[in-house]
Nanobody
Framework: QVQLVESGGGLVQPGGSLRLSCAAS????????MRWYRQAPGKEREFVAM????????NYADSVKGRFTISRDNAKNTLYLQMNSLKPEDTALYTC????????WGQGTQVTVSS
Protein backbone atom coordinates (compact mmCIF):
# COMPACT_ATOMS: atom_id res chain seq x y z
CA GLN A 1 0.00 0.00 0.00
CA VAL A 2 1.21 3.48 -0.91
CA GLN A 3 2.03 5.60 2.11
CA LEU A 4 3.42 9.14 2.42
CA VAL A 5 4.18 10.48 5.89
CA GLU A 6 5.30 14.08 6.36
CA SER A 7 7.20 15.41 9.36
CA GLY A 8 9.29 18.38 10.42
CA GLY A 9 6.70 21.12 10.67
CA GLY A 10 6.31 23.44 13.61
CA LEU A 11 6.28 27.03 14.82
CA VAL A 12 9.08 29.29 13.61
CA GLN A 13 9.73 33.04 13.66
CA PRO A 14 9.86 35.09 10.45
CA GLY A 15 13.26 34.67 8.84
CA GLY A 16 13.73 31.23 10.34
CA SER A 17 14.20 27.85 8.70
CA LEU A 18 12.60 24.40 8.74
CA ARG A 19 13.28 21.16 6.91
CA LEU A 20 10.28 19.01 6.05
CA SER A 21 10.52 15.29 5.29
CA CYS A 22 8.18 12.94 3.44
CA ALA A 23 8.80 9.24 4.07
CA ALA A 24 7.48 7.08 1.22
CA SER A 25 6.64 3.38 1.14
CA UNK A 26 4.59 0.88 -0.86
CA UNK A 27 5.85 1.88 -4.31
CA UNK A 28 9.03 2.28 -6.33
CA UNK A 29 9.97 5.70 -4.98
CA UNK A 30 12.94 6.20 -7.31
CA UNK A 31 10.69 5.84 -10.39
CA UNK A 32 8.43 8.79 -9.64
CA UNK A 33 8.43 12.55 -9.73
CA MET A 34 7.48 13.94 -6.31
CA ARG A 35 5.78 17.21 -5.39
CA TRP A 36 5.10 19.41 -2.38
CA TYR A 37 1.86 21.37 -1.99
CA ARG A 38 0.50 23.64 0.72
CA GLN A 39 -2.87 24.94 1.81
CA ALA A 40 -3.50 27.92 4.08
CA PRO A 41 -6.81 28.63 5.84
CA GLY A 42 -9.37 30.08 3.44
CA LYS A 43 -7.20 29.46 0.39
CA GLU A 44 -6.99 26.76 -2.27
CA ARG A 45 -4.22 24.20 -2.24
CA GLU A 46 -1.22 25.44 -4.21
CA PHE A 47 1.83 23.85 -5.80
CA VAL A 48 5.13 24.51 -4.01
CA ALA A 49 7.89 22.42 -5.61
CA MET A 50 8.61 19.33 -7.67
CA UNK A 51 11.59 17.08 -8.27
CA UNK A 52 12.12 14.45 -10.96
CA UNK A 53 12.73 10.79 -10.17
CA UNK A 54 16.52 11.08 -10.24
CA UNK A 55 16.63 14.56 -8.74
CA UNK A 56 18.02 15.97 -11.97
CA UNK A 57 15.18 18.43 -12.54
CA UNK A 58 13.52 20.75 -10.04
CA ASN A 59 10.78 23.36 -10.26
CA TYR A 60 9.33 25.86 -7.79
CA ALA A 61 6.41 28.18 -7.38
CA ASP A 62 7.44 31.80 -7.88
CA SER A 63 6.44 32.59 -4.30
CA VAL A 64 9.12 30.28 -2.85
CA LYS A 65 11.84 30.43 -5.52
CA GLY A 66 15.21 31.29 -4.01
CA ARG A 67 14.08 30.43 -0.48
CA PHE A 68 13.01 26.77 -0.64
CA THR A 69 14.99 23.77 -1.91
CA ILE A 70 13.43 20.41 -2.79
CA SER A 71 15.62 17.30 -2.66
CA ARG A 72 15.32 13.55 -2.34
CA ASP A 73 17.29 10.56 -1.10
CA ASN A 74 16.20 7.59 -3.18
CA ALA A 75 18.20 5.17 -1.03
CA LYS A 76 16.10 6.27 1.96
CA ASN A 77 12.79 6.66 0.07
CA THR A 78 12.54 10.17 1.46
CA LEU A 79 11.61 13.55 -0.02
CA TYR A 80 12.72 16.81 1.61
CA LEU A 81 11.83 20.49 1.53
CA GLN A 82 14.37 22.89 3.02
CA MET A 83 12.62 26.18 3.81
CA ASN A 84 14.70 29.28 4.56
CA SER A 85 13.83 32.95 5.12
CA LEU A 86 10.32 31.97 6.14
CA LYS A 87 7.52 34.53 5.96
CA PRO A 88 4.12 34.64 7.69
CA GLU A 89 2.49 33.97 4.31
CA ASP A 90 4.26 30.59 4.24
CA THR A 91 1.98 29.42 7.06
CA ALA A 92 0.08 26.39 5.76
CA LEU A 93 -0.37 22.64 5.93
CA TYR A 94 2.38 21.15 3.75
CA THR A 95 1.66 17.87 1.96
CA CYS A 96 3.67 15.66 -0.39
CA UNK A 97 2.15 13.94 -3.42
CA UNK A 98 2.96 11.22 -5.94
CA UNK A 99 0.97 10.86 -9.16
CA UNK A 100 0.33 7.31 -10.35
CA UNK A 101 -2.90 5.73 -11.61
CA UNK A 102 -4.37 7.99 -8.96
CA UNK A 103 -2.79 10.69 -6.83
CA UNK A 104 -1.57 9.70 -3.38
CA TRP A 105 -1.26 12.35 -0.67
CA GLY A 106 0.30 12.39 2.76
CA GLN A 107 -1.54 13.63 5.83
CA GLY A 108 0.42 16.87 5.91
CA THR A 109 2.60 18.67 8.43
CA GLN A 110 1.70 22.12 9.78
CA VAL A 111 4.10 25.04 9.34
CA THR A 112 3.32 28.22 11.27
CA VAL A 113 5.47 31.33 10.80
CA SER A 114 4.73 33.92 13.46
CA SER A 115 6.46 36.24 15.90
Amino acid sequence: QVQLVESGGGLVQPGGSLRLSCAASGFSFSSYTMRWYRQAPGKEREFVAMISSTGGSRNYADSVKGRFTISRDNAKNTLYLQMNSLKPEDTALYTCKVQMRIDYWGQGTQVTVSS
